[in-house]
T-cell receptor
Framework: SQKIEQNSEALNIQEGKTATLTCNYTNYSPAYLQWYRQDPGRGPVFLLLIRENEKEKRKERLKVTFDTTLKQSLFHITASQPADSATYLCALDPSRSGNTGKLIFGQGTTLQVKP | NAGVMQNPRHLVRRRGQEARLRCSPMKGHSHVYWYRQLPEEGLKFMVYLQKENIIDESGMPKERFSAEFPKEGPSILRIQQVVRGDSAAYFC?????????????FGPGTRLTVT
């Protein structure tokens, strides 16, 4: 069956450390993966998109990798801050073309950064 | 430039009543998506619409749920004869008309409570 999985356990780290979140998928061949941030009581906010032909993408303190062999994406936040505390969601378009508009989301991993 | 707007933000309905959720996409966006987030669960795709067209409704329950995006006015998600299991956060998202590899911009959500 098709699955997209994120670590359901909350990740607790100390301020200043690097947070690494994992997204694994099964029986999909996505053209890209997206990462979103969701704060309690709010809608998700887009962070980064990485295409299948890109190994790595960076945006300020954020870095995303995409390994189509392992069927995995890693999301890193360097020099983490308490303001980074939120739930992080990965998402993919289930079609090979990546053009259906339909996103399948993982359940999200909650990150807690302690001062 | 206003973001995606949803109203009402909170909606309480008794079992058997109808719920109407409204979504105004970002200016210039012609693609609208609806997602549902049940307590302790991830976001689930419901329907993808363009102006006056339903593109993909594969995530919509077969009965009681309908969606539209008229030529003028907001997109509407309509739930008839609500039941307790419909209690959830409903998020609308929009994307620009060029399609493909586009992130989705989410609204703040409507929290539906069925009593």
């Amino acid at each position: 069956s098709q699955k997209i999985e994120q670590n359901s356990e909350a990740l607790n780290i100390q301020e200043g450390k690097t947070a690494t979140l994992t997204c694994n998928y099964t029986n999909y061949s996505p053209a890209y993966l997206q990462w979103y941030r969701q704060d309690p009581g709010r809608g998700p906010v887009f962070l980064l998109l990485i295409r299948e032909n890109e190994k790595e993408k960076r945006k300020e303190r954020l870095k995303v990798t995409f390994d189509t062999t392992l069927k995995q994406s890693l999301f890193h936040i360097t020099a983490s801050q308490p303001a980074d505390s939120a739930t992080y969601l990965c998402a993919l378009d289930p079609s090979r073309s990546g053009n259906t508009g339909k996103l399948i989301f993982g359940q999200g991993t909650t990150l807690q950064v302690k001062p | 430039n206003a973001g995606v707007m949803q109203n009402p933000r909170h909606l309480v309905r008794r079992r058997g009543q109808e719920a109407r959720l409204r979504c105004s996409p970002m200016k210039g966006h012609s693609h609208v998506y609806w997602y549902r987030q049940l307590p302790e669960e991830g976001l689930k795709f419901m329907v993808y619409l363009q102006k006056e067209n339903i593109i993909d409704e594969s995530g919509m329950p077969k009965e009681r749920f309908s969606a539209e995006f008229p030529k003028e006015g907001p997109s509407i998600l309509r739930i008839q004869q609500v039941v307790r299991g419909d209690s959830a956060a409903y998020f609308c998202a929009s994307s620009p008309p060029s399609g493909g590899f586009h992130e989705q911009y989410f609204g703040p959500g409507t929290r539906l409570t069925v009593t």
